[in-house]
């Protein structure tokens, strides 16, 4: 079973006279039918590989002739309906030192790639480091069909060429790891088998359900392929069952052993996600989240929603110390584990502002609205707040600092500036902003604006 102690590495700095041993990277992967993907699932590799082992379980499409025409070595393997066998049997046929095992549907960028050129050296060379049996552990992005990312997991997809590394399991088959593993959070695997596009090409899902469906009537107490099941089953498609996927979810969390965090924390993320706004079951609802936040604390999009949780409830000061949390840890980390809150993060200063002013912080207030009006300064709801606090006792500032303020975020000269700013000052009942405003229009624009 995977080891899940994880080892950051540091780089060390590199020394001049430093012998470099080369590093034999075997590129693997197992295919069927993916002709679509297969060009350029070889392309990020081949400048850095020494070998790409290609092991064909059934195509009756070009995808082994395309393999074969970019160099790849070609092997074909019957399908026996166990993804650990053919990868096993693909390993068996590499001869690197490094097995780097990505699917069709999975790439690395030409600058990621060239970095893990330099990082396996790295490795290599490091005297400790390179008598570990061990696997680098990357981010693992999913892309929409826009290739857009949506998602970021984490994956063990590179690892030694040593026989005491194999894959174990029939479907979401995981590597047996007896040595921590090594972070590697600058090299991204991008992927794009969960966009909607690639399971409606493939047939993945109804190939999954099949599969994860046997493997639980063998294991049916087994947290991690429940909600493998529940995965497949709320994809769009012949396979969609979003009740019986939800249900699923929450029996996983009600007990079970899982493999890795990363499962359990998908499962508690999709029913967080739905259900945060939710006020039927209030209770229960905000019990869920405040789990999902104890469990993961270091998940900022958990944090956001336990907050919005507890802003529901009417607990501010609770809310908003969470949502301060969010904050600080969105400055600590590039990629989210569920990146709703981090590609949303007007969504918390918005929730920072309401939460402030029922608490009576105004600076809070300004400086989060502040931070929205920056980034979208037609924000609904956001400029009258924003307006409102600087009149509020202990913040008490001048109309002329206020328009002068007001100033550098808005244009004057814009038509769309004027009125928003015009009625965002009528509705903190500022007239005397609204009143400067309005001695900016144009003739032209008020009669345009009383014809309106």
């Known amino acids: 079973m995977a080891n899940n102690k994880k080892r950051k590495y540091h780089r060390p700095p590199a020394s001049k006279n430093m012998v470099q041993k080369p590093v034999r990277l075997s590129q693997c992967m ?4 993916e002709e679509k993907n297969i060009e350029k699932a070889l392309s990020w590799a081949k400048p850095i590989a020494f070998e790409q082992i290609v092991v064909d379980t059934g195509s009756t499409d070009r995808t082994v002739e395309i393999a074969g025409r970019m160099g790849a070595k070609v092997y074909h393997f019957e399908w026996i309906k166990d993804f650990s066998a053919a990868k096993n049997y693909a390993i068996e046929q590499a001869k690197g030192d490094w097995i780097a095992f990505l ?3 999975e ?23 390179s008598k570990m049996k061990t696997a680098l552990q990357c981010p693992w992005i999913q892309l929409d069909d826009k290739g857009t990312p949506f998602l970021t997991l984490a994956q063990q ?3 030694r060429n040593v026989p005491e590394i194999r894959y174990i399991g029939r479907i979401h088959e995981g590597l047996t790891l007896s040595e921590p593993v090594l972070t590697s959070p600058d090299i991204n695997i991008m992927h794009t088998g ?13 190939r999954n359900v099949e599969m994860i469906e046997a493997e639980l009537a063998r294991r049916p107490d087994d947290a991690s392929l429940k909600c493998y099941l529940a995965d497949s089953l709320r994809i769009d498609g012949p396979c969609q069952d979003a009740a019986r996927a939800e249900a699923l979810y929450r029996e996983a969390l009600s007990g079970g052993q899982f493999i890795l965090p990363d499962i359990e924390q998908g499962a508690y993320n999709y029913l967080v996600a739905k259900y945060y706004e939710d006020e039927t079951q209030a209770e229960e609802n905000l019990g869920l989240c405040k789990r999902a936040y104890e469990k993961f604390p270091e998940n900022p999009d958990f944090c956001f929603y336990y907050g919005r949780k507890k802003f529901l409830a009417g607990d501010y000061e609770d809310a908003f110390a969470k949502f301060t949390e969010c904050e600080n840890l969105l400055k600590g980390q590039s990629v989210s584990l569920a990146g709703f809150i981090l590609k949303n993060s007007l969504l918390l200063f918005f929730n920072m502002v309401l939460t402030a002013e029922h608490l009576g912080n105004m600076s809070e207030v300004i400086r ?7 980034e979208d300064k037609y924000q609904p709801g956001m400029l009258a707040p924003y307006i409102q606090a600087f009149k509020r006792p202990g913040y008490e500032t001048s ?16 038509m769309k500036d004027k009125i928003t700013v015009m009625r965002a000052a009528n509705d903190a009942g500022n007239m005397e902003i609204a009143a400067r405003v309005m001695a900016a229009f144009t003739p032209e624009e008020l009669e345009w604006l009383s014809a309106e």
């Open 368 to 374: 989060c609205a502040t931070l929205v009006l920056k």
């Open 399 to 414: 109309d002329d600092e206020i328009y002068k303020l007001l100033n550098k975020l808005y244009d004057f000269k814009s």
């Open 30 to 33: 197992i295919v069927k039918n």
């Open 107 to 129: 790439y690395i960028s030409e600058k990621d790639a060239r970095e893990l050129a330099r990082l396996l050296r790295q490795i290599s060379n490091d005297a400790n480091l």
């Open 157 to 159: 997809r590179i690892f």
């Open 103 to 105: 699917d069709a549907d």
């Open 194 to 206: 969960y966009s909607k596009t690639s399971y409606k090409d493939t047939g993945k899902a109804v």
